[in-house]
């Protein structure tokens, strides 16, 4: 429709429009063209000309107002697709994709990163005995602390239940053991303040190197297996609770 409207307007440029008198034709560089057409003026056409030249512009403008107003809404859309409602970090699917986007980079430039697997340790418990609204609340709280000490080049995800995933990239393996180690310190420090009560944290960790040869599947399966071997050597039971 806009490339419709620019050769009306094109038209109009070129065909001339009504002198300031109302006796003829005045061509874009301002000579009287009147005598070139034998015809007489029609200016009930040209007004009709002139309104329908509003008309479409006014309705290209309109359009080209709701493509964007659409393409928002489907970037909205998308963003929804790929974060988890809880958290604020990325789902499952979202963390593929990044997953996905990250091992291609190492492919084409010889990057390295770690995968970070992350599950909190006695979070059932939690739930049964304080409500789901209270495990949210934990769940939120990890989201935030795990957002706050990744960079933006990372990517952070909550992957399921009570299962977190990070992309730690343009990271080696001595790298991933101090900020993997950082974090691990942090996360089970920490604690949520509920009803007079403090409820600490508790997470335990395992992470898994990657390079150009390493596939999304086997990468989640060594970072997993590093995690529970981790949960259990610390012999992990449920918590408890603290009071203020």
Not at 134 to 157: K, P, Q
Not at 166 to 192: E, F, M, P, Y
Not at 207 to 225: C, I, M, S, T
């Amino acid at each position: 429709m806009v490339q419709a409207v620019e050769k009306l307007r094109l038209v109009s440029d070129t065909q001339g429009i009504v002198s300031p008198d109302g006796q003829g034709i005045v061509s874009p560089d301002g000579h009287d063209q009147s005598g070139l057409n034998d015809r007489p003026t029609d200016w009930a056409e040209i007004r009709n000309y002139r309104r329908l030249l509003r008309d479409a512009l006014t309705l290209a403008q309109e359009a080209r107002q709701n493509l964007t107003d659409a393409q928002r809404r489907i970037a909205t859309l998308e963003h929804l697709s790929r974060t988890d409602e809880t958290t604020g970090l990325l789902n499952r699917r979202g963390f593929e994709l990044a997953l996905e986007t990250a091992l291609a980079r190492v492919k084409r430039h010889g990057e390295k990163g770690v995968l970070v697997m992350i599950d909190l340790d006695g979070f059932k418990a939690i739930n049964d005995r304080h409500g789901h609204p209270v495990g949210d609340l934990v769940l939120a709280t990890v989201g935030t602390i795990l957002n706050r000490h990744t960079r933006f080049t990372d990517s952070a995800a909550r992957i399921g239940g009570d299962e977190f995933a990070l992309i730690l990239t343009d990271t080696d393996d001595k790298g991933a053991k101090l900020r993997v180690r950082k974090l691990d310190q942090i996360l089970n420090c920490s604690d949520v303040p509920w009803n007079g009560m403090r409820i600490p944290i508790r997470a335990s960790f395992g992470y898994a190197p990657y390079g150009p040869r390493d596939e999304a599947d086997n990468l989640f399966a060594k970072a997993d297996a590093a995690m529970y071997d981790r949960k259990r050597d610390r012999a992990v039971s449920p918590q408890p609770i603290l009071t203020q």
